[in-house]
């Protein structure tokens, strides 16, 4: 017979290191033995493996970005059937709940719609404060609801997000959430906005993600575009012309977008009507050879009927790197 392991008399060491072998349903369990332990695995939280979380509906889904090592937690409702059933009452997140261990993770029980709501966010909070936590690209939250129950609450958590997509119709209350939630955009990876603002909304951005995709972009003006700061931008149903375009890239050429990698902007606006762009017609510009004034960057451009593409080829430098490509769709002819 084996005797008790004396696990917390370990140097604290030598305990992160032990932390770093269990699996996630180890640890969660671990973390609900005592707010001491739950405490101790906090604050090794910087150590851990980066957690996965799948929401589906009332199941939270654990596991690594290697898919291995799942854990599901569900978010359940007390019923006279689990009443009867035999749970064990425990505290996560300053809360008490009843929990049921399934074949894969743990059934949790609470006691009515609102308490399931807020035993959602309790659990979400408890992960976090484990794990360093990233929400990944299928889980796609697209109306204002989700944002206020779910959303918010994940960008107070600092949980990163692999896609965020978000759609806004243009009502006041959804403009003040639009101008809340853009302080914490820098967790996105990619940020996808379905939206026709009103003429009288300006979208405030206190931060931008890595990557951004906007439909319905005729809100979006050269100088929300000469301020973006994000690798990827793709901009659809645009209203940006010859003479806006001819700026961004004179901005480039002068040092400016330093993370671009890739630009699109589909606009019927920017056409081969004689304004000039780099001093060129937009028939012009088609295998041109572009570089920033610094000479650390370059860039191809590549013309067909309806796109514009710059890109540059790969090669060694000591200089940053360069962005790929920049890509604009037009009416050329």
Known sequence: MFSPFPLFRLPRLVLTEVFKLLSIEEKFSLSLCSKRISTQINNDRLYSQKVIIDLHGEKIVAHFENKKD???????????????SYARQYSIAGYTVRVIKTRKGIRTLWKNYQDRQEGFHTVIRHLSNMFQCKIPTH????????FETRVSLLFDLHVEFERLCVRFTGSKYENLLFNQLSSNFRLVEDLCILSSFNSDFRPVFTSWPQEITI??????????LLECASSKIILLQSHLENKDLDEVLKNWK????PNLKYLKVKSNSITNNGTTILGMKLSELAGKVIHT???????IIQLDPYNIQI?????KSDFPPFPKYIFIESNLY
């Open 139 to 146: 889980n796609l939250c697209r109306d204002s609801d989700l």
């Open 293 to 299: 004034d610094d000479g650390t960057k370059k860039a």
């Open 215 to 224: 439909w319905s972009s005729a809100w979006f003006t050269l100088e929300y």
């Open 311 to 315: 890109s540059v080829p790969p090669f």
């Open 70 to 84: 799942r854990f599901e937690i569900f978010i359940s409702p007390e019923t006279e059937k689990t009443l009867r």
């Open 254 to 257: 002068a040092g400016g977008f």
